[in-house]
């Protein structure tokens, strides 16, 4: 690994173990001694490198260039407050069965390392590999996943194809009969599930703190200054700050960055909804999307069922709800789950998502030299943030991509070598 950081890093803060003892010592203390999780610096003027965006993506980046590369002047902007963006709006759902080995490898990293990311952030982002199962509710589907199945076997990433009965066993509530979208089996990966989404973006934040990063909230970039074909420093809602380097991980608004930047990506901004019903007792401990029909759902720790389906049907910035999609999704789904129709809906709530053409991510250099792109990770990016930050940080840190991301840069789109993963990535959660 290189040696570490400029001499003007900022000096490291420790927001203190968590372990039973500190709870221990807390509690004959009236939990009075917790100290912040991380801090709220004011900018300096220079960084070494610049992150834009404070989601799982971004903070996941700056993590990982400290812990493996051992940057640590490093800042993250954010425009509004942290993991307020699709980190903190989406449904949790982790898994890593994609199609094409490109995309194995780097959701598989990922899951990889949520296996042990509790242990690795101390901080409980409460990972539950429940087990997930994609359904295939028509021939065609049946074909597909068994070739998904094939492939991840090929891939080493453990998949299995389960039939009707064994559905109906792990998922009691499920009707397998419908007379439209019958069950005609799953792919199912037992090391799939859920995470904690917040508690993702808030270990990783406590984490780049304690290192010593400055998380710099409500602050937004509205500009990119470059001079002869270099990053220099960016503009921002709180002053202009220097950069040798800079990582624009913004989601939905990393075209609008790029154009700040001089350049264009083959991105389009969507607005993509879930929902919540009022909680119920324990009756689903897996995760089910049934992609034939376009809606997805698992049941959250609190009783909820979380429950997604397609994004927006037209380019949109607006991060809502709306009353249309949740009776489409709910209506989509009660032939596969009856029980949905006597439930309250509670909550509804939209993110901006960032699709590509083939539907998989980019993570590259581009034409204004120093400056790196993550995005495209659309509807399905949550489960990605461990593996994207690791390969991110070694993009950023080296100035070209390992092995994880090389097959991820923007000149797939001159060369045609697209990663098409519109089969893998279905209702793509
Ligand atoms: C409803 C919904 C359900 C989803 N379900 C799943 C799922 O089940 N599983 C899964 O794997 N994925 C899912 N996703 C996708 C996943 O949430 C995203 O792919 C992932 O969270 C993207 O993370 P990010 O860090 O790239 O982006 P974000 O979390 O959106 O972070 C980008 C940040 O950049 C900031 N920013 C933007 N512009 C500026 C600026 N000018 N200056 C400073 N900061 C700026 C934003 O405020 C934002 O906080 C879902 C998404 C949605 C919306």
């Keep these: 690994m290189p040696a570490s950081t400029s001499a003007a890093a900022p000096s490291a803060r420790r927001s203190g ?58 800042a993250v902007l954010e425009k509004g407050w942290l993991g307020g963006g699709n980190t903190g709006r989406n449904t949790t759902i982790i898994r890593s069965n994609y199609l094409q080995d490109p995309s194995a490898a780097i959701y598989d990293k990922s899951l990889q390392l949520y296996e042990t990311l509790s242990q690795d952030l101390n901080f409980n982002v409460m990972f539950s590999p429940r087990g997930l199962i994609m359904l295939a509710q028509t021939e065609h589907e049946v074909r597909g996943y068994r070739r998904t199945a094939n492939a991840n076997h090929l891939q080493g990433v453990a998949t299995r194809w389960i039939d009707p009965a064994e559905i109906k066993r792990l998922v009691p509530i499920i009707n397998i009969d419908g007379p439209r979208y019958p069950v005609l089996g799953g792919l199912f990966q037992e090391r799939g599930g859920t995470a904690r ?20 909230e409500n602050c937004a970039v509205t500009g990119v200054d470059t001079a002869d074909g270099r990053v220099r420093a960016v503009d921002t809602s709180r002053g202009r700050i220097e950069c040798d380097k800079l990582a624009i991980v913004v989601a939905g608004h990393s075209s609008v960055l790029a154009g700040m930047a001089g350049f264009r990506l083959p991105i389009e901004s969507l607005t993509l909804q879930a929902l919540v019903s009022e909680p119920i007792k324990p009756c689903m401990d897996v995760v089910v999307m049934a992609n034939t029909v376009h809606g997805y759902l698992s049941q959250s720790d609190k009783g909820e069922m979380v429950i997604g389906g397609g994004t927006d049907g037209f380019n949109n910035y607006t991060q809502r709800g709306s009353w249309q999609h949740v009776e489409e999704t709910v209506r989509s789904l009660i032939e596969t789950f009856p029980m949905l129709s006597r439930l309250k809906m509670l909550r509804q709530w939209g993110g901006i998502v960032d699709m590509t053409g083939d539907r998989s991510p980019i993570l590259s250099t581009t034409p204004v030299e120093g400056v790196f792109v993550n995005c495209g990770w659309g ?29 991820f840069g923007l000149n797939r789109f001159a060369e045609g070598r697209f990663i098409d993963e519109s089969v893998a990535a279905g209702v793509a959660h």
């Design 17 to 74: 173990r968590y372990s039973v003892f500190a709870i221990a010592r807390e509690a004959m203390r009236l939990h009075r001694g917790w100290g912040r999780a991380w801090a709220s610096p004011e900018p300096r003027s220079r960084y070494k490198v610049v992150v834009i965006g404070a989601g799982g993506h971004g903070l996941a980046t700056a993590f990982y260039l400290g812990r493996n590369f051992g940057i640590t002047d490093v």
């Design 197 to 216: 989404h917040d508690a993702v973006a808030w270990g990783y934040a406590r984490a780049c703190s304690d290192m010593g990063m400055h998380i710099i």
């Design 379 to 407: 509807t399905g990016g949550f489960k990605a943030i461990p593996g994207s930050g690791w390969a991110m940080a070694d993009l950023v840190a080296n100035g070209r991509p390992g092995p994880l991301a090389a097959a």
